[in-house]
């Protein structure tokens, strides 16, 4: 019987001792440059990749698409999809950067100077600063993982 309790006490112990590694090895994956990278990431293939065709209170003039959104810059056709390439590209970095060695510097770089543009041509066509907010939001975040990459 006290064998018994020994080997219980044992197997608690292991178990405890593994569930505390376990999630102390999870926060120390999770860091803030790994959040902000999947953020980011996720981010831009949702605009990209999910909500592309769908009407958002964020998109420039009057548009009611991200292609009608480029038009209303008064872009070139190409640029939505030159701009739109480096944004999923980078988002693909970004995410899988989490795991591997990949340049995540120059991906949220890239995705920091996109943002400085769409700024821009929010402002061009005089949008209302709100739907600016994602924008600074993402160059604020991109610019953290520039940083916190350094």
Do not use: C
Request: glycine fraction near 8%; aromatic fraction near 6%; charged fraction near 10%.
């Amino acid at each position: 019987m006290a064998t018994s309790r020994l080997t219980d006490l044992q197997a608690a112990t292991t178990v405890t001792s593994l569930v505390s590694h376990a999630g102390s090895a999870f926060m120390e994956w999770l860091s803030l440059t790994n959040l902000l990278q999947i953020v980011v990431g996720l981010g831009l293939l949702n605009v990209w990749l999910v909500r592309g065709g769908s009407s958002t209170s964020y998109r420039g003039g009057k548009a009611q698409t991200l292609q009608q959104e480029f038009a209303a810059y008064g872009l070139p056709g190409f640029a939505f999809y030159l701009v739109g390439a480096l944004k999923i590209g980078a988002a693909v970095v970004l995410l899988a950067g989490v795991w591997m060695a990949l340049p995540v510097r120059e991906a949220a770089a890239l995705v920091a100077a996109l943002m400085i543009g769409a700024i821009a041509m929010h402002l061009k066509v005089s949008d209302p600063m709100m739907k600016s907010l994602p924008a600074v939001l993402m160059l604020a975040m991109s610019a953290a993982i520039v940083a916190l990459r350094s």
